[in-house]
């Protein structure tokens, strides 16, 4: 069984940055494509970044140039690094293992953290 385990949400004033981390167990970590999405409140959840077991990275349009995702194969674990951060980036953001290098469904979903971006 996969299971996904997000941590480093917070409170944080607009322009600061957070780091939210995922550690994932029960799968072969390293042959996964990974992915973080994102729902705000009476939103739907929405893709926000993904990464590939081959590392190549991909960004939604909002959080291009103030985002980065990562992955570290010998922890389990894949990153988001957030910065500059807007009122607008406010949901609870999920880490999800995806279906492949190409399509970035979820198949498996962590519980998600909240990151709230005061004004």
């Known amino acids: 069984q996969v299971q996904l385990m997000e941590s480093g949400g917070g409170l944080v004033q607009s322009g600061g940055s957070l780091r939210l981390s995922c550690a994932a167990s029960?799968?072969?970590?390293?042959?996964?494509?990974m992915g973080w999405y994102r729902q705000a409140p009476e939103k739907q959840r929405e893709w926000v970044a993904s990464?590939?077991?081959?590392?190549?990275?991909h960004y939604a349009d909002p959080v291009r140039g103030r985002f980065t995702i990562s992955r570290d194969n010998s922890k389990n674990t894949v990153y988001l690094e957030m910065n500059s951060l807007k009122p607008e980036d406010t949901a609870v953001y999920y880490c999800?293992?995806?279906?492949?290098?190409?399509?970035?469904?979820?198949?498996?979903w962590g519980q998600g953290t909240q990151v709230t971006v005061s004004s």
């Open positions: 999800a293992q995806l279906r492949g290098n190409r399509d970035w469904s979820g198949t498996f």
């Open positions: 029960g799968s072969i970590f390293r042959l996964y494509a």
């Open positions: 990464i590939t077991s081959d590392q190549y990275m």
